[in-house]
């Protein structure tokens, strides 16, 4: 049996974890768009199939059982690929998705629909940006020369950048106690994130609460749930419908 799980996440290595530790043969796909990504165990794979037909070759030459897309809440090119070689070869397909976060008591968050339309509500909340929502799409806040921008990713960015910028390249998690320390120490007024669930990076909410700091949150897509494919958001949820669909039973 050989289960393929479309990673990239903290879910997916978690899940890969727990099939590997039971003894199943597991293939983990990664996108390639880290230069040093966290490698889950198991077998595994790097770079894009070739839309959904090649996926779906893919999916038949290597005998797959079952397919796991717990990519990020922002893939939605390879959810829909998933989806459609999914239903090409009819692979079982199980969309691993953990919550987005929720506004508390004490949050001041303004909902974007995108980096494009977070860009546009910027200037009336701050002129120093913590801008934390990865390195692709930066190019939508590149003409905001008025403002100041503390931009941190994973890897360098390869897009046109404000005028008036700080790259810093850096790895959650993260604590509430450094994101504080990191947003006083540059004075930030504004922090922007992506809707991305999780507690790996939650901290800078926190720590925007605790200071009084406005968030721009780029709301997700409807369409990160996978309209008509079974969904789940977490890992222990995951492997009891592996163990029902594979095996008939609760693994």
Not at 30 to 53: S, T, Y
Not at 103 to 109: A, F, I, T
Not at 175 to 181: F, P, Q
Request: hydrophobic residues 40%; proline residues 6%; neutral net charge.
């Amino acid at each position: 049996m050989t289960l393929l799980i479309l990673g990239g996440t903290g879910e997916a290595r978690e899940l890969a974890t727990e099939l590997v530790a039971r003894g199943e043969h597991v293939v983990s796909s990664l996108a390639g768009r880290v230069a040093r990504p966290k490698l889950p165990d198991g077998e595994v794979r790097v770079g894009g199939f070739g839309g959904p037909e090649g996926l779906a070759r893919w999916l038949t030459e290597n005998d797959v059982t079952a397919m796991i897309d717990a990519t990020h809440p922002f893939a939605e090119r390879i959810g829909a690929n998933a989806a459609e070689a999914a239903r090409m070869t009819g692979t079982p397909l199980l969309r691993l998705a953990r919550p987005g976060w929720t506004e508390g008591p004490g949050d001041s968050w303004h909902w974007a629909d995108d980096l494009a339309h977070a860009a546009r509500l910027l200037p009336d909340l701050g002129e120093r940006v913590f801008l934390t929502s990865g390195r692709q799409g930066l190019a939508a806040f590149a003409g905001l020369d008025g403002l100041w921008f503390l931009i941190r990713c994973v890897d360098p960015p390869e897009v046109p950048l404000p005028r008036r910028h700080e790259v810093l390249l850096d790895r959650g998690p993260y604590t509430v106690e450094k994101e504080r320390a990191l947003m006083v120490r540059h004075g930030i007024e504004v922090l922007v994130t992506k809707d991305s669930g999780g507690a790996m990076t939650a901290a800078k909410l926190t720590a925007a609460r605790e200071l009084g700091v406005p968030v721009v949150v780029v709301r997700r897509l409807e369409g990160y749930r996978r309209p008509g494919t079974a969904s789940v958001t977490t890992v222990r949820d995951a492997l009891t419908w592996l163990g029902v669909t594979t095996k008939g039973s609760p693994a």
